[in-house]
């Protein structure tokens, strides 16, 4: 159906080069067939379910600029064959982004010290963010699989649970209440979870996902926790699509919270983090950004999905008390966008948090 826009891509990218033109041609299209062949392959072979002509049509059009610029600039066999490595180090970059990197989840083991907890032994808290659902694939079955070797005694989720392309398909509602399900069984402790994204995590849709689960769902609620001569105050939020909306109801749910009680907060995007501090969260849990998904060596993060853009993009932050963590999460952005990840891959984090 695309055939003539990848042979006008083709000619466009052919034509500086004098003498060359088939072989730059040729360069192209054998680029062109070998992404589309793996793109494909993706969803047949269940590691993942994005559709192939976006991604595919944006990197014939990045291997058109290239070779079009090259041949206006050189357009020499040597620079051809320059361009050739080129792009073929680019088509390497794309199996290792959408083969590789995606189905490699980190386990990150990190501490957390606070003379609001008691010494030893240590309370073991494992978080999980932004699964984005689409089926079950190998990914959520590593998943499971480092719960039973961790056997951490408490696990939170910070939403996200279903992917934007199948938040009303029923098959992928039935996976994740599958995975939910397993989730609960293989831990040891109890698991608790807040919703991600309004576009995401649909008022109507995430209760039908958690039901039969023995997920606890913190709706803007906050319960104490008593585990292994721990406690701590656990506070879940609902997101929201603007600061505005979320920041009056964070400030209500902990007016109550006692001072000196450990308070760990669960929100699903990095955004409150000016208000975690001046309300004395000590621990602040949440997703959203992935990391990035695609990252830049050296610059990091092109897109965050944060207010703060790249202020908080990843990993480990303290302001003043206040410890935040954000996740790059387990799975992938959907609709049109590539399902791939590039020097940002899946993790979970778990914590030690004890007295100190």
């Avoid at 620079?79 to 386990?107: H, K, M, N």
């Avoid at 990095?270 to 998904?293: F, I």
């Amino acid at each position: 159906m695309l055939t003539p826009a990848w042979l006008a891509l083709a000619a466009i990218a052919c034509w500086p080069w004098d003498g060359l033109r088939a072989p730059a041609a040729g360069l192209l299209l054998v680029l062109t067939l070998v992404d589309g062949l793996g793109l494909a392959l993706l969803p047949r072979l269940g590691r993942s379910f994005g559709p192939v002509t976006p991604p595919l049509l944006a990197l014939a059009v990045l291997y058109t600029g290239i070779t079009f610029t090259a041949g206006l600039a050189w357009g020499t066999l040597p620079a051809l064959i320059a361009v050739t490595a080129f792009q073929l180090s680019i088509t390497a970059a794309v199996f290792y982004a959408t083969w590789i990197e995606p189905f490699r989840i980190g386990v990150t083991r990190t501490a957390l010290r606070s003379a609001k907890l008691d010494g030893e032994p240590p309370l073991r808290l494992l978080h999980v963010s932004d699964l984005h659902i689409e089926a079950f694939t190998p990914r959520e079955r590593q998943l499971l699989d480092l719960i039973t070797d961790l056997e951490p005694d408490v696990i939170v989720l910070t939403g996200d649970y279903l992917n934007l392309s199948s938040v009303r398909d029923p098959d992928a509602h039935a996976d994740a209440r599958r995975l939910l399900t397993e989730v609960c069984q293989r831990s040891p402790g109890p698991v608790y979870g807040i919703t991600g994204s309004p576009p995401v995590d649909l008022e109507g849709i995430v209760p039908d996902i958690f039901a039969g689960t023995d997920v606890r769902w913190l709706l803007d609620e906050a319960v104490t926790l008593n585990l292994r001569n721990q406690t701590i105050c656990l506070a879940g939020l609902r997101c929201s699509r603007e600061r505005s909306q979320a920041v009056p109801r964070l400030r209500r749910l902990l007016a109550d919270v006692p001072e000196d009680l450990f308070t760990l907060l669960l929100y699903h995007s990095p955004d409150l983090m000016p208000e975690a501090v001046d309300l004395g969260v000590d621990l602040y849990l949440c997703g959203h950004t992935h990391g990035g998904q695609l990252r830049l060596p050296l610059f990091g993060a092109l897109v965050t999905s944060s207010a703060f853009w790249k202020r908080y993009e990843m990993g480990r932050y303290v302001e003043e008390e206040t410890t935040l963590y954000v996740s790059r999460g387990l799975g992938m952005e959907g609709l049109g966008a590539p399902r791939a990840r590039f020097l940002s891959p899946p993790e979970v984090i778990f914590w030690s948090l004890s007295g100190g």
